[in-house]
């Protein structure tokens, strides 16, 4: 039986030689394995060693040096609260001792102290009570148009002393009423007598007479809703304190007074004023017969008063030059000194104009009309009068006085 014969591979057929060196490279590729897998245990147990140094404990010395230091810091903390308890507790005690060393205080003091305070409040308002009214603290601060007067000033004009109207009597007046003897009555719009006042508002003689027929007025009845103003700041004494009757009333049971203020104190642009009032044509008639030759010199002079048609009084009593400087409060306050000389001309004014109303309301009242020096200027009244019958005056008294035209 013939054998078969097979080939071998080529790995068969390799010689020993080439054996041995496959061998070799075998062995020499475990053992660079084997050296790479040392070299992994090595590292990672170093870092497994490292992490175990970070995780370890502190060891027993160490935890006792901070437990010592934690117990140092808390002493300290005790020692500091307890310094500051002890600090309190002497303030306190100290405190305590020194109240209880102070002696008790009397009640006489507190009595005296009490009285003190009161008197102190009580000086305190009373000088406060006496300080001017808050108008214009000079005169020569003008007023356009008006303003509401001030309690206090309007209470002195018209509450003027029965002893200071006597002390005055006459006073300096250079101006005086006339006597017009032969007229016809001047009843006003209640039957009454009638004060007729005419005049304008940037007049300064006006300005002054208005002073004096507040202090006579305000005799015989009541004012209401009285203004200040003053005289035109650009005319002869400039910007006088004054009221204005615009706007206000009067009531009386004796009296009826009626005014007429023509123009306000601020200019027209025109060389003129403002007008404010117009005159009915009864009072325009009055104007036009009374306010012109023969009773005065000067057609349609301001201010301008017919009391009752038996008195008449045409220019102011007295300069307002006395009232230059002065302000609503100094005037209504010098008005309590009969001795000065806003008093002499406002006061003695007044006294005249009472008189002249007196002998229109058949002396009443009485009151007024029979209390010096009342009686004794009525005797005078009558001896001023005009000769109608000539343009010349008679003993009239009126001194030289600049008056005002009126504007038409």
């Known amino acids: ?29 475990r053992q660079v394995t084997a050296a790479r897998k040392a070299a992994g245990q090595q590292s990672a147990t170093k870092q497994g060693t490292s992490a175990q140094k970070t995780q370890t404990p502190p060891s027993g010395a160490q935890k006792t040096s901070a437990a010592q230091r934690r117990e140092a810091v808390r002493s300290q903390q005790v020692a500091s609260a307890e310094r500051n ?50 108008t214009s603290s000079s005169s020569s601060i003008a007023i356009n148009g008006r303003k509401p007067a001030p309690a206090q000033v309007v209470n002195q004009v018209t509450n003027v002393s029965p002893s200071v109207l006597q002390a005055v009597d006459i006073g300096n007046v250079t101006t005086k009423p006339i006597y017009i003897p032969g007229q016809p009555a001047l009843n006003g719009p209640n039957g009454k007598p009638e004060f007729f006042y005419f005049g304008a508002e940037y007049c300064p003689y006006c300005a002054a007479q208005r002073w004096s027929m507040l202090v006579a007025l305000s005799r015989f009845g009541t004012f209401k809703n009285l203004s200040i103003t003053t005289s035109s700041a650009s005319d002869v004494y400039a910007s006088t304190p004054t009221f204005s009757f615009y706007g206000s009333s ?37 104007v036009n017969k009374y306010d012109a030759p023969p009773y005065t010199d000067q ?11 038996q008195y008449l009084m045409i220019g102011p ?47 009443k009242p009485a009151s007024v009309c029979q209390a010096a020096p009342i009686p004794a200027i009525e005797q005078t009244l009558n001896k001023t009068s005009f000769n109608t019958g000539s343009p010349q005056l008679a003993t009239t008294g009126i001194a030289s006085v600049a008056y005002i035209k009126r504007q038409d």
């Open 299 to 309: 057609t349609g002079s301001i201010p301008f008063t017919d009391i009752g048609n």
């Open 85 to 134: 308890r002890a600090k309190t507790r002497t303030g306190q005690s100290q405190s305590r001792g020194r109240k209880q060393a102070s002696p008790p205080v009397s009640p006489i003091i507190w009595v005296a102290v009490a009285l003190l305070v009161i008197a102190a409040v009580v000086a305190i308002f009373f000088y406060l009570s006496k300080q001017p009214a808050s």
């Open 250 to 286: 009067y009531s009386s049971s004796y009296i009826d007074f009626v005014s007429v203020e023509t123009t306000t104190n601020q200019p027209d642009g025109n060389g003129g004023y403002v007008t404010l009032e117009t005159p009915t044509a009864d009072e325009q008639q009055i």
């Open 317 to 363: 009593g007295f300069s307002p030059q006395v009232l230059e400087g002065k302000n609503w409060q100094q005037i209504a306050s010098a008005l309590s000194d009969s001795s000065s000389p806003i008093a002499q001309g406002v006061i003695g004014t007044a006294n005249y104009l009472t008189a002249a109303i007196c002998m229109t309301t058949n002396q």
């Open 1 to 29: 039986m013939a054998k078969s014969k097979r080939k071998s591979s080529p790995a068969q057929r390799a010689t020993p030689a080439t054996t041995q060196k496959a061998a070799g490279q075998q062995s020499a590729t």
